[in-house]
């Protein structure tokens, strides 16, 4: 077959006189892997694969009008006249002629602006379609490689380009880390914090499952691809939490920076229109009398209180006493948040209602403080998010979790939200987050809702997440403009989130 520019198409070779492009981004990398056929549209086309490429491969065609465009292989095909009676008959002979056809995605070349454009044309059957080499990738995509200002979190999967997000947009438009359980959520998580506490990033982490203390050690191993050392972060890192564990400060909430509003909020089943009056009259008095006061002043103050009205209310006040976590003095505001530092709230052990009223007290402070300036910037990390902020549910840290999604990028609080389940996160927080890493997700429900949170996201694109192995994800974000497949790096510290092996090699003895 010939294709009209001198070139033999026969099966699955092809001839290419590869001296005739004259792009110089071509010639530093002229790997042919396939012809343009058939109907030729703007926005994609097929091509007849006749070298080396595969799903997700970033590829260059020279455009009539727009010279070389960037596109991205979607699905690969192969065409093949093997029927049941061939193949029984195919025992040592190859009966078939086989066809690999691709079909890729149009995604743009710069123009004399700089923007990122689709040709209005269509491109020519008979092109030929080479390999793109990194620096045009770099190019195109607007990538950035500058490690001053972004976070490195891995390789361009196919590619030894170094992937860097700009920690600028991390922060101010929020992050949303997805995937199944066991798919590294955990782990690129730590990756982005890593790269936080490098550039000196303040840092706040609802750490459920005390995992990311182990960040002050280093790990152990090097990777030579990455360019990754170990690297512990102790001299970074300040944890709270509500047991006792070493190394572990406790986490205690002065009572007094409650209102009778806050703390009806908190009661388990105290009626708020008439326990409201009750509560602020005796906060009052116990205020009139006292400059720092605790829970059992308010409870002896409404016990000498004689109105049946107050027995409830004591008794809600007795169970919030019972959790330990109000004092007369609690922690100051410069111990929770140093400037640069990553606090990490260990509630491990810590039961889910308890948790909630936590995260509620840590997400008000953040908010308003950060408003008033009195508190640096920062990140605030939120593991197992859909716990905080469920979809069809209402918790007591919901409302201003919701509100720091839609309203903190304002003030420089930026929220990483990070789940196993993202079609249970409130929809209203998971559309906030201009960030997005996805890992390996299989779970029906959850795949619709990514694939409608994501916006460039290509029919490829959504066959990949399912199958995604171990260590890669997709990014989309942070000076990424198009959702890309990335290897992430290891890590420079130790992972806190592996899993725990019931069975022993006996290799390990």
Same mark, same amino acid.
Do not use: W
């Given at each position: 077959m010939?294709?009209g520019?001198g070139?033999?198409?026969?099966?699955?070779?092809? $001839?290419?006189?590869?001296?005739?492009?004259? %792009?110089?981004? &071509?010639?530093?990398?002229?790997?042919?892997?396939g012809?343009?056929f058939? /109907?030729?549209?703007?926005?994609?086309?097929k091509?007849a694969?006749?070298?080396?490429?595969?799903?997700?491969?970033y590829?260059?065609?020279e455009?009539?009008?727009c010279?070389?465009?960037?596109?991205q292989?979607?699905?690969?095909?192969?065409?093949?006249?093997m029927?049941?009676?061939?193949a029984?008959e195919?025992?040592?002979? /190859?009966?078939t002629?086989d066809?690999?056809? !691709?079909?890729?995605?149009?995604?743009?070349?710069?123009?004399?602006?700089?923007l990122? $454009?689709?040709? @209005?044309?269509?491109?020519?059957?008979?092109?030929?379609?080479?390999?793109?080499?990194?620096?045009?990738?770099r190019?195109?995509?607007?990538?950035?490689?500058? #490690?001053?200002?972004c976070?490195?979190?891995?390789?361009?999967k196919?590619?030894?380009?170094?992937? &860097?997000?700009?920690?600028?947009?991390?922060?101010?438009?929020?992050?949303?880390?997805?995937?199944k359980?066991?798919g590294?959520?955990?782990?690129?998580?730590?990756?982005?914090?890593?790269?936080?506490?490098?550039?000196?990033?303040?840092?706040?982490?609802?750490?459920?499952?005390?995992?990311?203390?182990? *960040?002050?050690?280093?790990?152990?191993?090097k990777?030579?691809?990455?360019g990754?050392?170990?690297?512990?972060?102790?001299d970074?890192?300040?944890e709270?939490?509500?047991?006792?564990?070493?190394?572990? #400060?406790?986490?205690?909430?002065t009572?007094?920076?409650?209102? %009778?509003?806050?703390i009806l909020?908190?009661?388990?089943s105290?009626d708020?229109?008439?326990?409201?009056?009750?509560?602020?009259?005796?906060?009052?008095?116990?205020?009139?009398r006292? =400059?720092l006061?605790?829970?059992?002043?308010?409870?002896?103050? +409404?016990?000498?209180?004689?109105?049946?009205? !107050?027995?409830?209310?004591?008794?809600?006040?007795?169970?919030? /006493?019972? +959790?330990?976590?109000?004092?007369e003095?609690?922690?100051?505001?410069?111990?929770?948040?140093?400037?640069?530092?990553t606090t990490i709230?260990?509630?491990?052990?810590?039961?889910?209602?308890?948790q909630?009223?936590?995260?509620?007290?840590?997400?008000?402070?953040?908010?308003?403080?950060?408003?008033?300036?009195?508190?640096?910037? &920062? *990140? &605030?990390?939120?593991?197992?998010?859909?716990?905080?902020?469920? =979809?069809?549910?209402g918790?007591?840290?919901?409302?201003?979790?919701?509100?720091i999604?839609?309203?903190? #990028?304002k003030?420089?609080?930026?929220?990483?939200?990070?789940?196993? #389940?993202?079609?249970?996160?409130?929809?209203?927080v998971?559309? $906030?987050?201009?960030?997005?890493?996805?890992?390996?997700?299989?779970?029906?429900n959850?795949?619709? !809702?990514?694939t409608?949170?994501?916006?460039?996201?290509?029919?490829?694109?959504?066959?990949?997440?399912p199958?995604?192995?171990i260590?890669?994800?997709?990014?989309?974000?942070?000076g990424?403009?198009?959702? *890309?497949?990335?290897?992430? @790096?290891?890590?420079?510290? @130790?992972?806190?989130?592996?899993?725990?092996?019931?069975?022993?090699?006996?290799n390990?003895e």
């Amino acid at each position: 077959m010939n294709n009209g520019q001198g070139e033999q198409i026969s099966g699955s070779s092809v $001839q290419v006189d590869i001296t005739t492009v004259g %792009s110089d981004s &071509m010639s530093q990398d002229p790997i042919a892997v396939g012809t343009i056929f058939g /109907d030729v549209g703007t926005n994609s086309f097929k091509f007849a694969v006749t070298g080396s490429a595969e799903r997700s491969d970033y590829i260059i065609a020279e455009h009539p009008d727009c010279g070389n465009v960037l596109c991205q292989i979607g699905s690969i095909v192969r065409k093949t006249t093997m029927t049941l009676d061939k193949a029984l008959e195919a025992a040592s002979n /190859d009966c078939t002629k086989d066809k690999v056809v !691709a079909t890729a995605d149009v995604i743009g070349y710069k123009d004399e602006k700089g923007l990122l $454009q689709i040709p @209005r044309t269509t491109f020519l059957a008979a092109t030929i379609v080479r390999r793109a080499d990194p620096e045009f990738i770099r190019k195109i995509l607007g990538l950035k490689d500058d #490690r001053r200002s972004c976070a490195y979190i891995g390789m361009l999967k196919g590619y030894e380009m170094p992937i &860097m997000l700009d920690i600028n947009s991390l922060v101010q438009r929020h992050v949303s880390i997805l995937a199944k359980t066991g798919g590294g959520k955990s782990y690129i998580s730590g990756d982005i914090l890593e790269e936080l506490m490098k550039h000196g990033v303040t840092c706040l982490i609802v750490d459920p499952h005390g995992e990311y203390g182990a *960040m002050r050690h280093p790990s152990d191993s090097k990777d030579e691809r990455f360019g990754v050392e170990p690297h512990g972060y102790d001299d970074n890192i300040i944890e709270f939490g509500m047991t006792q564990i070493e190394g572990v #400060r406790p986490l205690r909430f002065t009572f007094k920076s409650l209102d %009778s509003r806050d703390i009806l909020d908190l009661l388990p089943s105290s009626d708020s229109k008439s326990s409201l009056s009750l509560l602020t009259k005796a906060m009052d008095a116990v205020k009139e009398r006292k =400059q720092l006061y605790s829970i059992r002043d308010v409870i002896e103050e +409404l016990s000498s209180n004689e109105s049946g009205k !107050a027995y409830s209310l004591i008794a809600d006040l007795e169970s919030i /006493d019972a +959790l330990g976590l109000f004092a007369e003095r609690g922690n100051h505001i410069s111990e929770l948040v140093q400037k640069g530092k990553t606090t990490i709230f260990n509630l491990k052990g810590v039961a889910p209602d308890i948790q909630q009223i936590i995260v509620r007290r840590l997400g008000i402070m953040m908010f308003e403080l950060r408003k008033a300036n009195r508190v640096p910037p &920062m *990140m &605030m990390v939120l593991e197992e998010a859909h716990n905080y902020c469920p =979809q069809n549910e209402g918790t007591l840290c919901k409302k201003i979790l919701t509100t720091i999604a839609s309203e903190g #990028r304002k003030f420089g609080l930026g929220l990483m939200v990070i789940s196993q #389940r993202p079609a249970k996160i409130d929809k209203n927080v998971l559309s $906030q987050c201009g960030t997005q890493i996805i890992l390996k997700v299989t779970n029906p429900n959850d795949l619709k !809702a990514i694939t409608a949170s994501i916006e460039g996201l290509t029919g490829g694109m959504e066959q990949d997440i399912p199958g995604l192995p171990i260590g890669t994800a997709m990014v989309v974000g942070a000076g990424i403009q198009t959702p *890309m497949l990335v290897d992430v @790096r290891p890590r420079e510290s @130790r992972h806190g989130g592996a899993s725990v092996q019931i069975l022993e090699n006996d290799n390990d003895e």
